[in-house]
Structures are given as C-alpha cells and as structure tokens.
C-alpha cells in the first residue's frame, strides 16, 4: 500500500505498479514512468500527508520527463501544491497537475481516468503529445490549458499565454461530464494554444450535455474534423484579432449555436455545421 523511492531511481518501469489499487507513493526525483505503470490503481496517493516533506505534495515531480502509453489509466489523486510567492496551498480535489517539466505524454496515458480536473502548467516544454490522453475520463468537468501562481491576489491564475499548444486527436473524446467556462468551472483554451485535433473534444450519442459555450483564444489557428461534434455547444466566441486559418470537416456537427463569427479563415473543411438545426447565421470576415 506504501512506498518510498529514493531520489536514486529515475525511471519507473513498464507495469511496474498495475492494479495496485489506492496506493500511496513518493515519486522521489523520477523522470520517467513507463507504459501502464499505475494503469488501473484508481484512487491514489501521491507523496506524503505532511506538508513539510515537499512543496509540492500530491503531485507529479518537477523532474518528470516523460510518461508512458496509459500509464495512469483510471487513476486520480488530490493535488495540494505550495504557492512559491505566497505561503498559501492549492489544494483542489481530484486535480491532476502537468509540470512545466514534461516533454512527451503517451497516447491514452490518462484514460478513463477519474479526475475533475486537468491543469496545463505555464511554460509547458511538452514536445510530444500521444492521441486519446484523458478518452472517456467521464467525472472530467475543468480544463485549463495554462496555469501558474499568481505573485499578489488570487493563489493561482489561468490568463497564461505559454501553456499547452496543441490539442491531440480525440484527447478529450468521451469526456461527457464537462460544464461550460459561463460557470464556476469549466474550459480555459488559454492564448498560445495552436491546433484542436480530430474529435478532440467529441462524442457519441447525446454528447457533451454540460459543454454549452467556448470561447477560442486569438493564438488558434486549425480546428480538426469533428473537433466538437456532438457537444451540443450554444455558443462559441472567437476573438476578433483570431489567427484562425483552418476549420475541419463536420467541426461543429450536431452543435446549437444560431450564429457564428469566425475571423481570418482561409479553407474549410465539407459540412462544418453539419446537424446544426439552430443555425441562422454563418459570419466569415477575412
């Protein structure tokens, strides 16, 4: 149920700790961590319960690299991380954290995992992003694809403009619990983001219910083929200094916004409002 590394061990092995369900662990100084390494340990612990011992307990090291193909499949943890400006703690439930630190991510790495949410740390040197990353984690209702501490006010702040810069192919497919950003929680696309892949933010059936409006930083410049389909969104807002240049196939299919205003476009793929009844209004200002 416990383990200790010590700082000696820098890699993790592949299946090194699957199905060990609720374990606690102190990571050490680990750089990488291998293909299902703690697939389907559910409910977990990461670090010690003193808050002494790290700065920042119940997170992933600052040292991490690399992680592996569906390493934490259906997994979660509580992330309690100290404000290095302030001696005050973030202490969200279910919260898992990506430190600037990470180069690649495999494909499915968080699938079916039962986070809440999902926060993108600022100076993101992420390089390699594999497909499916959270694929039908169903309890996922935040996203925010930039964070760091703020030095005075608030304990942290999501209005970054160097945190994730891509959104892989189906990496949030099936996510079916997600609330829109008019509400307490919900997506924080934040200004550096590029490219939304194919089915990124998909579903099947009845979709997304919860996932009513987005607003799109001015950065975006391609959105993938089916992108959003099926998410049932009511509004979407792009910027009016949007860099946008490329719009997917069946991007918006099944969506129930009226109307639309998109800036800078250069091609579109067939049928993006496809299913799309409310429609009144298709806006393209180049």
């Given at each position: 149920k416990t383990v200790i590394l010590p700082n000696s061990i820098k890699e993790i092995g592949d299946y090194a700790f699957m199905n060990c369900d609720g374990i606690q662990i102190e990571l050490g100084t680990t750089e990488i961590i291998g293909k299902k390494a703690f697939a389907n340990c559910g409910k977990m612990v990461l670090g010690s319960a003193s808050k002494y011992s790290s700065t920042r307990i119940g997170a992933l090291p600052t040292t991490l690299r690399s992680i592996g193909d569906y390493a934490f499949k259906g997994c979660n943890w509580d992330s309690s991380l100290l404000n290095p400006h302030r001696e005050m703690y973030f202490k969200p439930q279910n919260t898992l954290v990506i430190p600037q630190t990470v180069t690649s991510i495999g494909q499915y790495a968080f699938t079916e995992s039962l986070f809440e949410q999902v926060y993108f740390e600022d100076a993101l040197s992420l390089q390699s992003l594999g497909q499916s990353t959270f694929e039908g984690s169903k309890k996922l209702t935040s996203i925010y694809t930039g964070f760091k501490f703020n030095a005075t006010g608030a304990n942290y702040t999501t209005n970054t403009t160097s945190g994730l810069k891509d959104i892989s192919n189906r990496m949030f497919y099936g996510c079916t619990n997600r609330v829109s950003s008019m509400v307490s929680h919900g997506e924080k696309l934040n200004d550096g983001l590029l490219t939304i892949g194919d089915l990124a933010f998909a579903s099947s059936g009845d979709g997304m219910t919860g996932l009513e409006y987005i607003s799109f930083p001015k950065s975006l410049e391609s959105i993938g083929t089916q992108a959003?389909?099926?998410?049932?969104?009511?509004?979407?807002?792009?910027?009016?200094?949007?860099?946008?240049?490329?719009?997917?196939?069946?991007?918006?299919?099944?969506?129930?916004?009226?109307?639309?205003?998109?800036?800078?476009?250069?091609?579109?793929?067939?049928?993006?409002?496809?299913?799309?009844?409310?429609?009144?209004?298709?806006?393209?200002?180049?």
């Open positions: 959003f389909a099926n998410t049932g969104l009511k509004n979407v807002i792009f910027s009016t200094e949007s860099r946008l240049k490329s719009l997917g196939e069946y991007a918006f299919e099944n969506s129930k916004f009226e109307e639309i205003t998109i800036y800078s476009l250069n091609t579109y793929g067939n049928a993006p409002f496809w299913g799309n009844t409310a429609l009144k209004a298709i806006n393209i200002l180049t």
